[in-house]
C-alpha cells in the first residue's frame, strides 16, 4: 500500500512525503527505506529521497517497486512558476521549534535567553514577530545581507551560541530561514489556522527485524480546508529514545525491545504515534498459562509478543496478605490465616475477594485513598467539614455508588455541608483556576497546570480548554461554609482577554454550567473518565499504572498495554462505572496473583510478576499495632461498640432517674442570679455551641466579618470584668458606645440595671473568639440558663444529659471506635505524626500520586531502627506474647505478621533464642521487634 494514493501539488515549494506498507501475516510493516521511488517524467515531480517534489507544472506518475509489486502513483502540479514566498506563521516558526530555539531550555522559556524570548513552541507566532524583526535593534534579522542575520549566524556557530548548533548552512531549514529573510521578513499573521494534523501511520505499529523503521508523513488540515504536508517542518520526540528513535525528517529506527511513543507537533496541534519494538530473546520458549480471566489473556499476549515469561502463581500466604493490604489496608490477623491456611476449597481466594469487598474496612480505606487526591483534611477544611466530606465517601464507598454518580455528585454539590458534605470539594479549593487543575487531575488524569500561561508542550490541551473549564466554575461561590451559584462571573483569556465560553455549554441560560461539564464528563464516550479511573484501580492493586504516573495522561506517554487498558475501560462502562466490579475481576485474574520474582528477563511494566512495595504509612503503622497487639483486630470492634451501647442505655436510664430532682434544683438557682448572660446571636440565629471560657471556631476560613450580640442581666448597677480573646480584629460595644481601649487586656464594663447589650464585631481568617465573664461564677451556660428561668424542659433535658461527664466519656468512647480513629487506614483523615510523615503519607496539599512517596529512605530505616513509635508499640505487645508457650507465641506471630507458619529453620532459631533468654519479656520484645523489620513484614509482594 502506498500513502498517498495520488499527489497534488500546488506551489513552487510544495511537497510530499510518501509511505510505503507492506503486510506480512495481516501484520503492517514499513517499507519505504526499501523501496525504489521513480519519476516517469522529472521535469515535472522530482524525488528527494521518498518525497515528491515540484519540477515544473503539469501531470506524470511516480512508480514504486518493493517486494515485487509496482505501484503507481499520479502527480499533478501546478503553480511551479508562480511566487511561493515563505509563510512566516506556517514556515519560520515552526522551524525556530523545530530547531529547539523556541524550546523552555532556550529561548521559549519565560524569560528567554540573552534577552531573546520566544513564545514557547511558537504558540503565539504575534510575540515571535516583534522578537524577531523589531527587538535586538533590529539585528536578528538582516533582509540586505541575509546571512549576516543573528538567527542564521548563531546557530550556524558563526559567531558564538550558548545553545550550541542548531542549523547546517546548505540544508533545508536554513534555505527556508534565509529565504525568508531575503523576502523580507514578512511576518504577518494569517486568517487562516491549523485545524488539526494528520499523521500517517497512526494508531500503533509494531517494528521487528528486519522492519524496525517507519516513515512518518503530517499533513496539516488548515481552518479553510487546504491541506500542506509539513512533514519536514513537524518536530519529532521519543518517549523513550533508547527503545525508538526519530531523525528531524520524521524516520523512526527502532533500537530495543520495548514501548515508546513518538510525540508529532505542529505548531500547537500534537499527535502521537504508540511504538513497540520486538526483539528475539535467545532460547525464549512460550509456554501454555493458565488464564482465569480476560486481563490474563491480554496480559500475556503483550508478554509473548515481547518474549517475557510471566511468574508462576502465588501461594496461599502471599496471596491472603497481598489482598487484605489491597483491599482492606489491614493484615488479615491470626485467626483469618489460620483458618485461610486450612481451607482446602478450591474457591476459597474467591470467596476471600468478596468478604474483602463488602468488608467496612475496604470502604474506609478506598474512600482515604479518594479523600487524599481531594485534600479532605483540617489543613483545607475545619474539622467538622473534612470529617463530614470523608463519611460521605466513606458511605459511597460502602454503597458502591457508580462512580460517573459520584462525579456528578461532587461536581455539581450545593448548599453546606451538613446538608451536602461534597460541597466540602470547592470548600477547600478557592478559585476557578485551582479547582479546574484539581478536577483534570482527578477526573481526567490530565495535568494541564502549565497550560494556564501556555499550550501543553506535550499534548493537544491549550490555553482556551483551560479557560474554558475554568469557565466553568467561574460561578461557584464558596463563602460562609456553603457552596452557592452566582447570577454572573467569567473568566478572561489572560492573552487575548475575551471572556470564555463553558467548556460544555449548558443546555438553557439557567443550567449550573457544572451540570454540563459532569454530563459531559460522565457519558461513556467519553476519553479520559472511565479510562482514568479504569487505570487507577489498576495501579493501586498492582503498584503501577498501565499508563504511568496515574495522573499524566497524554499521547506522548503510552500505556504499556493499549488492548488491556482499553478492555478494562470498556468493561468498567458496561457494568455502570461499578468499582468493585472492576476489582473484583482484577483480583481474580492469574496476572493480580503472581509471585514477586520474575523467571526471566524483569519487566517493569509488562506485569509478568507482582510488584514488591513498601507498606504505605498508614498500612506500616496499622500494621505493626495488629502485629503488637496494640491493636484489637478491627473484627471485635462490633462487640467492643455493641458492649459501650450497653452502658449508655444503662447511664441514660440512671440520669433520667435524677432528671426531675435536678430540673427542680437548677431552676430555682437559675431564678436567683443576680447575674447571667443570654446566648450570643449571630444576625438572629442563636449560638449555643459557643460554650463559656472556651475558643469558639467558625467554620468558614475564608475572610469574612461576624456580628456577634448577646445580652448581660444585672439585679443592680455594678462593673465586671471581662476577658476577650479573638484571632484578628474586633471592636466592641457596650449598650451601644464602643468600649475604648485595649481590647486584649482585661476589660472593665459598667453594667446598668436590667439588660446591658453587647455588641462584638470581628473581621479575619479563620476567625475565633474567646468570651470570659470572670464575676459570673454560676457555672451554667447561658442556653440552659435560658431554658431553667423559662421552664423549658427539652432543652434543659438536652443540656443535662449532653454534660454528664460519664455519659460524654462514654459517646467519646464511641464515636472514637465508630471513625477508628486509632486505626490510620481507616480514620477519616490522616494524623500527620513524625512516623507517618517519614515513611510518605501526604498531607493533602495537592491531587498528585507524587505526593505519597513510596520509595525506601535512610530515614525510614533509621526510624525502624531507633524510632520511639515502633519500639514503644512493640514493648507494648511483648507481654501478651510473652504469656504463651513458645510454639503458640511463634504461630500466632507469623500468622499475624507474615500470613505464613514459621519455617523449620525459624522456628528452630527463635525457640532457642527465647529458651536461652535471660529475661523472657525482654527477649519476646526483641523477637517481636526482629520481624517487624524484616523485609517480608515491610513490604508488600
Excluded at 509456554?287 to 501461594?315: M, Y
Excluded at 474457591?347 to 475496604?362: V, Y
Amino acid at each position: 500500500m502506498v500513502t498517498p494514493p495520488s499527489v497534488t501539488l500546488t506551489s513552487a515549494r510544495d511537497a510530499r512525503q510518501v509511505v510505503v506498507t507492506g503486510f506480512f501475516g495481516g501484520m503492517p510493516r514499513d517499507l519505504t527505506e526499501k523501496a525504489v521511488l521513480v519519476s516517469d517524467n522529472p521535469k515535472v515531480a522530482k524525488l528527494v529521497g521518498s518525497r515528491v517534489a515540484v519540477a515544473g507544472d503539469g501531470k506524470t506518475r511516480v512508480t514504486v517497486k518493493v517486494a515485487g509489486k509496482v505501484f503507481t502513483v499520479p502527480v499533478s502540479v501546478s503553480g511551479a512558476t508562480k511566487p511561493d514566498p515563505v509563510r512566516f506563521a506556517f514556515e519560520t516558526v515552526p522551524i525556530l521549534t523545530k530547531q529547539g530555539c523556541a524550546g523552555g531550555s532556550c529561548h521559549g522559556s519565560p524569560h528567554g535567553k540573552g534577552g531573546f524570548s520566544l513564545s514557547l513552541f511558537g504558540y503565539e507566532p504575534k510575540i515571535d514577530r516583534i522578537a524577531l524583526t523589531r527587538d535586538g535593534f533590529s539585528r536578528r534579522v538582516n533582509t540586505l545581507e541575509p546571512a549576516e542575520s543573528l538567527i542564521l549566524k548563531k546557530p550556524t556557530l558563526a559567531i558564538p551560541h550558548v545553545g550550541g548548533k542548531r542549523l547546517r548552512v546548505g540544508d533545508a531549514r536554513y534555505a527556508t530561514l534565509n529565504r525568508w529573510i531575503a523576502e523580507g521578513a514578512e511576518v504577518g499573521v494569517p486568517s487562516v489556522g491549523v485545524a488539526k494534523i494528520e499523521v500517517t501511520p497512526s494508531g500503533r505499529r509494531v517494528l521487528e527485524a528486519p522492519y524496525k523503521n517507519q516513515q512518518i508523513s503530517v499533513i496539516a488540515e488548515l481552518t479553510d480546508g487546504t491541506k500542506r504536508d509539513v512533514t519536514a517542518l513537524a518536530t519529532y520526540e521519543s518517549s523513550h529514545p533508547s527503545v525508538a528513535s526519530v531523525d528531524p525528517d520524521g524516520k523512526i529506527t527502532g533500537k530495543s525491545r520495548g514501548f515508546a511513543a513518538v510525540s508529532v507537533r505542529y505548531l500547537d496541534k500534537v499527535q502521537a504515534l504508540d511504538l513497540t519494538v520486538v526483539e528475539p530473546r535467545p532460547g525464549f520458549v512460550w509456554k501454555p498459562q493458565p488464564e482465569k480471566n480476560a486481563i490474563d489473556g491480554l496480559v500475556n499476549a503483550r508478554l509473548k509478543q515481547l518474549q517475557c515469561l510471566p511468574a508462576p502463581t502465588c501461594s496461599d500466604s502471599e496471596f491472603l496478605r497481598r489482598v487484605s493490604l489491597d483491599l482492606t489496608g489491614m493484615l488479615p490477623g491470626a485467626a483469618a490465616s489460620k483458618a485461610f491456611l486450612a481451607d482446602k476449597s478450591p474457591d476459597k481466594r474467591e470467596r476471600l475477594i468478596d468478604s474483602l469487598l463488602t468488608s467496612e474496612e475496604f470502604a474506609r480505606f478506598w474512600a482515604l485513598k479518594k479523600a487524599d487526591l481531594m485534600r479532605v483534611s483540617p489543613r483545607h477544611l475545619t474539622p467538622e467539614q473534612a470529617g463530614r466530606f470523608s463519611r460521605w465517601l466513606v458511605e459511597a464507598t460502602r454503597q458502591n455508588m457508580p462512580y460517573d454518580k459520584l462525579a456528578d455528585a461532587i461536581l455539581t454539590a450545593t448548599g453546606g455541608t451538613e446538608q451536602s458534605p461534597a460541597a466540602s470539594y470547592f470548600l477547600a479549593i478557592k478559585t476557578p483556576e485551582e479547582r479546574t487543575e484539581l478536577t483534570a487531575q482527578v477526573f481526567l488524569g490530565s495535568r494541564i497546570e502549565c497550560a494556564k500561561c501556555h499550550n501543553h508542550p506535550f499534548e493537544n490541551w491549550t490555553m482556551r480548554d483551560y479557560y474554558k473549564i475554568a469557565a466553568v466554575f467561574a460561578r461557584t461561590e464558596a463563602k460562609k461554609g456553603k457552596v452557592t451559584l452566582a447570577a454572573t462571573g467569567e473568566v478572561q483569556h489572560p492573552t487575548t482577554g475575551e471572556s470564555m465560553e463553558p467548556w460544555s455549554k449548558p443546555g438553557s441560560p439557567t443550567e449550573d454550567r457544572r451540570t454540563a461539564f459532569a454530563r459531559w464528563l460522565t457519558t461513556p464516550q467519553n476519553p479520559f473518565f472511565a479510562r482514568v479511573e479504569a487505570n487507577r484501580i489498576w495501579a493501586e492493586l498492582t503498584g503501577r499504572g498501565i499508563v504511568e504516573p496515574v495522573d499524566d495522561f497524554r499521547a506522548s506517554n503510552p500505556p504499556s498495554n493499549p488492548a488491556l487498558l482499553d478492555w478494562l475501560t470498556q468493561e468498567f462502562v458496561k457494568s455502570g462505572f461499578d468499582r468493585k466490579k472492576l476489582i473484583k475481576l482484577i483480583c481474580q485474574s492469574q496476572t493480580y496473583q503472581r509471585v514477586s520474582v520474575a523467571p526471566s528477563a524483569a519487566d517493569e511494566a509488562l506485569f509478568s510478576h507482582a510488584k514488591v512495595r513498601l507498606l504505605t504509612a498508614e498500612q506500616l503503622q496499622d500494621a505493626i499495632g495488629v502485629t503488637a497487639g496494640t491493636l484489637v483486630p478491627t473484627a471485635t470492634l462490633p462487640t467492643q461498640l455493641a458492649a459501650l451501647e450497653s452502658k449508655l442505655q444503662q447511664r441514660d436510664s440512671a440520669l433520667e432517674a435524677e432528671f426531675t430532682r435536678w430540673f427542680t434544683a437548677q431552676t430555682r438557682l437559675a431564678k436567683g442570679l443576680s447575674l447571667w448572660q443570654s446566648t450570643w446571636s449571630d444576625s438572629g440565629t442563636p449560638l449555643t455551641q459557643i460554650q463559656e471560657g472556651k475558643e469558639f471556631r467558625f467554620e468558614e476560613t475564608e475572610r469574612q466579618t461576624r456580628t456577634l450580640t448577646r445580652t448581660i442581666h444585672s439585679h443592680s448597677e455594678r462593673t465586671v470584668t471581662v476577658m476577650l480573646r479573638f484571632s484578628d480584629q474586633a471592636t466592641l460595644k457596650l449598650n451601644g458606645v464602643a468600649v475604648m481601649g485595649n481590647l486584649r487586656r482585661p476589660l472593665s464594663l459598667a453594667l446598668k440595671p436590667g439588660e446591658n447589650t453587647i455588641e462584638l464585631r470581628m473581621t479575619g481568617d479563620n476567625l475565633t473568639f474567646t468570651w470570659t465573664l470572670e464575676d459570673d461564677t454560676s457555672g451554667l451556660s447561658s442556653p440552659l440558663i435560658e431554658a431553667l428561668r423559662a421552664e423549658k424542659t427539652a432543652p434543659a433535658h438536652d443540656f443535662y444529659l449532653a454534660n454528664d461527664p460519664e455519659r460524654t466519656e462514654l459517646l467519646r468512647q464511641k464515636a472514637t471506635l465508630e471513625d477508628r480513629v486509632a486505626y490510620a487506614t481507616q480514620r477519616p483523615w490522616p494524623e500527620q505524626t513524625a512516623f507517618t510523615k517519614t515513611f510518605g503519607q501526604p498531607a493533602r496539599e495537592t491531587a498528585c500520586t507524587c505526593e505519597r512517596r513510596q520509595t525506601p529512605t535512610l530515614l525510614q530505616a533509621l526510624e525502624l531502627l531507633n524510632g520511639r513509635t515502633s519500639y514503644e508499640t512493640v514493648a507494648a505487645g511483648a507481654a501478651r506474647y510473652a504469656a504463651l508457650p513458645d510454639t503458640q507465641l511463634l504461630d500466632e506471630l507469623y500468622l499475624t505478621a507474615l500470613s505464613r507458619l514459621p519455617t523449620v529453620k525459624e522456628r528452630t532459631v527463635a525457640t532457642a533464642f527465647l529458651k536461652n533468654a535471660p529475661e523472657r519479656t525482654a527477649a519476646v520484645t526483641d523477637l517481636l521487634w526482629t520481624v517487624v523489620n524484616t523485609q517480608e513484614f515491610l513490604f508488600q509482594k
